[in-house]
């Protein structure tokens, strides 16, 4: 089976060298498997001539007609080849075998069309018929001019086996008709495979075996019209899509953890004297973590784990924990951030704790003068420096450590993959930590994640008042206002997000010059601030640390403020035209407030009406604060993006059917069997490493 579905393109029988193939090529079309992994945009079935009124409605039809009249118009706004002016066509004919009439439509068609049609009487015509208005119509039709001598005088007779049309998507400028002269050169044998998983797998899915569904969905059998057959062929491939990808994540966890690493044997009073550090008591979760992370470290391979949780539930507590158990060993730390203002924060939340411990902390950010940086990277080199915080300035080729053995990585997400591999490869077998503040609903940790070792947090500090959430539009806005008011009165201070910097004629949003002015002009007697991703790292810095000293009531701000700044008096966050931001981004905004002992608020201001949808996807933050129903929300929105490839989409997207949202099921059932067939049928995950292994994809991001 594997081998013939390895057969090179060019060595089918009856394949030439041609544009076509190499275009294919390029699209990384090289094999047999690869023609079968592109599938069909639809089927139908092939149309047989009959009257007008025995058509259905978004099906293809044939039929044959007299031409009673045809018009055309010029359309200057589109020209041909030559600068010719294109024609829109409209032609009426009346049924050879009835009394029906139906239109005829061909846009932007080059006046030769026109002359045909002109002296045209008989036209036999296929394309799909559309209800307009309560009459029959087709538009750009295929059609061919007939002479009556020629038309059968009665309706020829219904085929048995009339076959099928296929509509394949252009690939790189092969259109649907050239692909299939590929298609229909595949030798009978490679639509007989075997089928590789056991009966009572393909029972439990509901799924036609492998062979049948390729047939299926290729439109190669009667059947394959039926939409149940469809159905059950499309869960077979669904489901051979989410196994590939598993021993995929499987191959690239092995080659990840193949180097060695340094092994630290964590003790149970390590972990407590640490602990203590911080003047709260550990949650549950974070002490589970902490757990996972010791076991992690002890290992002899690179940790590579994610921390995953709600913003404030205390991931970077474990994070520093962690690290100092690290430094104990006698190794290095680096903590890398995505923003300066998060870096900073860090920095100064955790440079006390540090030194206390008897380890020497420092910061590495892009605004450092070159004299200062070059000062700082001699010290992490000569081993000066234990714990270092910075940005993408840690990963830059002058920096090195003397003795790196663990990396924390805040706000993942913001990072590539190339640039956490560039900052663990400073070190030898680095263990690796990496944080995000957006849960990871299951079906993604089993995909985009599924390489990372996963510890969740979900339980949150004591003491934490919590955070109500409310939508604002033009008939409570003056309430708002007012509350803003009261709040400021009461010494406590509030965030305004915007989603632009300036006025976008475009784009009808709100921006952050208009509201900086129009709250200036509502509270002339409050200390209002901007800030915005384009200002200066100094400008942006001074910012965070006004408002963190209470210089500032009201800060407006782009969503730079999602991570980086963490101010406890700050109890109001206000997003204007919420419906401009993704789910996880609003919940991520709103994890900026009510992170002490006062409530937080959470305003979702509509300057307009907003559609019903985009209000409905604003009622679930109201009506919940859970990060993983949110997040669950948010991955049905925007789609589960690409998991192999550095792209979010692309060159790979005409071959996928699976779908993480649609699919979950099946997802969660090749896992489950995948753990099964290591104990009974292991011949299956090695027929598919093989399989994979030619994939380059398994290796695109190691």
């Not at 394949?15 to 498997?33: D, F, H, T």
Request: glycine letters at 6%; a negative charge; aromatic letters at 8%.
């Amino acid at each position: 089976m594997f081998d013939s579905l390895q057969t090179p393109i060019n060595e089918l029988k009856g394949v030439r060298k041609s544009k076509s193939l190499e275009r294919l090529n390029q699209a990384g079309l090289n094999k047999v498997e690869d023609l079968l992994w592109v599938l069909p945009l639809r089927l139908q079935k092939n149309p047989e001539i009959t009257t007008f009124d025995n058509g259905n409605p978004d099906e293809l039809f044939m039929g044959i007609g007299k031409l009673l009249n045809v018009e055309s118009y010029p359309n200057h706004r589109v020209k041909g080849k030559g600068g010719v002016t294109l024609q829109n066509v409209s032609a009426i004919l009346q049924d050879y075998y009835s009394e029906e009439h139906l239109t005829l439509k061909w846009f932007n068609s080059y006046p030769s069309i026109v002359a045909k049609l002109r002296k045209a009487e008989f036209l036999e015509f296929e394309g799909v018929l559309q209800n307009y208005r309560g009459s029959f119509q087709i538009l750009n039709p295929k059609f061919n001019i007939l002479d009556e001598a020629d038309i059968p005088h009665s309706l020829p007779e219904p085929s048995e086996n009339p076959g099928i049309k296929i509509q394949y998507p252009t690939i790189n400028g092969v259109d649907s008709n050239n692909f299939k002269k590929f298609i229909d050169k595949l030798p009978k044998e490679i639509w007989n495979i075997s089928e590789y998983l056991p009966d009572h797998i393909l029972e439990e899915a509901h799924m036609h075996d492998l062979p049948t569904a390729l047939k299926i969905i290729h439109g190669q059998v009667l059947e394959s019209l039926d939409s149940r057959n469809r159905d059950l062929a499309k869960r077979r491939l669904v489901y051979e899509e989410f196994l590939r990808e598993q021993i995929m994540i499987k191959a690239r966890r092995e080659l990840e953890k193949k180097p060695t690493s340094p092994t630290f044997d964590i003790s149970k009073e390590q972990l407590e004297k640490h602990s203590a550090l911080f003047p709260y008591e550990l949650t549950v979760d974070q002490k589970k973590s902490l757990e996972d992370i010791k076991t992690d470290l002890s290992l002899g391979h690179p940790m590579m784990r994610m921390i995953q949780g709600d913003v404030g539930c205390g991931k970077t507590t474990v994070a520093a924990i962690a690290s100092l158990c690290v430094l104990d060993k006698g190794f290095q730390a680096a903590l890398m951030c995505p923003t300066e203002s998060l870096a900073l924060q860090h920095y100064r939340g955790l440079k006390d704790l540090i030194e206390k411990s008897g380890y020497t902390v420092d910061l590495l950010v892009g605004s450092l003068s070159p004299k200062e940086k070059a000062a700082r990277q001699q010290k992490l080199a000569n081993g000066e420096v234990d714990f270092v915080i910075g940005t993408h300035a840690l990963f830059q080729d002058s920096v090195s450590f003397k003795k790196l053995g663990f990396v924390v990585i805040d706000e993942q997400h913001k990072f590539g993959v190339d640039q956490r591999l560039k900052l663990v490869s400073k070190g030898e077998g680095v263990h690796c930590l990496t944080m995000t503040a957006t849960p990871i609903p299951r079906s993604l940790s089993l995909t985009q994640y599924g390489d990372l070792d996963l510890s969740v947090i979900k339980t949150m500090p004591a003491g934490r008042k919590g955070i109500k959430t409310r939508i604002v539009n033009p008939d409570n806005f003056q309430n708002f206002l007012t509350f803003i008011n009261t709040r400021i009165g009461m010494k406590e201070q509030v965030y305004v997000v915007v989603p632009a910097i300036t006025e976008n004629p475009e784009m009808d949003i709100v921006n952050l010059e208009n509201v900086h002015k129009r709250f200036n002009e509502i509270f002339p007697h409050h200390r209002i601030l901007a800030l915005h991703g384009q200002q200066k790292p100094e400008e942006k810095n001074d910012a965070y640390t006004k408002f963190a000293a209470h210089e500032v009531d009201i800060l407006i701000s782009t969503s730079v403020i999602e991570v980086g700044i963490n101010v406890p008096n700050a109890t109001v966050m206000a997003i204007m035209n919420p419906d401009r931001f993704g789910l996880s981004s609003l919940h991520q905004l709103r994890g900026r407030v009510g992170r002490g002992e006062k409530p937080g608020f959470c305003f979702l201001v509509n300057d307009k009406k907003i559609s019903p949808e985009a209000e409905g996807r604003l009622e679930i933050l109201e009506k919940t604060n859970d990060g993983f129903v949110i997040a669950e929300e948010d991955l049905k929105n925007r789609g589960q993006g690409n998991i192999f490839g550095k792209e979010q989409s692309g060159s790979e997207e005409y071959r996928k059917i699976a779908n993480i949202i649609e699919h979950q099921d099946l997802l969660f059932t090749v896992k489950d069997d995948l753990l099964k067939f290591e104990n009974t049928n292991p011949e299956i995950i090695e027929y598919l490493s093989e399989v994979v292994s030619k994939d380059q994809r398994v290796f695109s991001t190691i």
